[in-house]
């Protein structure tokens, strides 16, 4: 059985308490054998199944299913050609600038490196048709991803590379309105000092800095999430 199998095995027993709240479950060596499966496979199972709040583990002491299942928000970094597909609009992005730079004051403060690091700067649009969708504007840190400096944004976004290339272990998400200023409003057809609504999203892996991103949407964006 595939762990996705073994998962969901797992998760039928609990909602139908077969395995009580507060009950231990059997071994991972008695589990993979009546799975006809690995440890290692029974392991991610029910690794994923603690991550979304359905188990405790505890070190020597066994998994149990837990009294009150803890609701997690699981949260996927949403791609921009799928949020435009999602309106029924063609997906089109354009690469605005590319460049190599030292980080400055307040981007080493916000993703505690060494100011004056190298990091990648990048400006990106995204049209909804030939409508403004996102203007993208995004520092990635090298020192992270090495490969980084070779990919080619020229055709794809950085989002779309990052996705497929680097996962991530903690992410910092704020939502904002912002007043968007010359520049801006320029690429959102919108006018100078109108409010924006704004997305601010940090990425780390293990404890290093992969990325900050901060995302501007045009007029009219509606943001829906379901948990």
Known sequence: MSYRDIKQV????????????DSLLPSETDLAEEFSSTRTTVNRALRELAEEGFLERKRKAGTRVLNAPIRKAQFVIPLVRDEVAETGSAYRYSLVERNVMPAPAWLSARLRIPQGQEVLHLRCMHYADTAPF??????????SIPEVLDADFSQSGPNDWLVQKVPFTNLELSFLATKADQTVAEFLDAQAGD???????ITWLRG???????????????????L
């Open 10 to 21: 797992v998760l039928d027993r609990i909602q139908n308490r077969i395995w009580a709240p």
């Open 134 to 143: 996102q203007y993208e504007v995004r520092w990635i840190v090298p020192e």
């Open 195 to 201: 409010p924006v609504f704004t997305a601010e999203r």
């Open 208 to 226: 290093k800095p992969v990325t900050l991103a901060k995302l501007y949407f045009a007029p009219g964006y509606k943001m829906t999430t379901h």
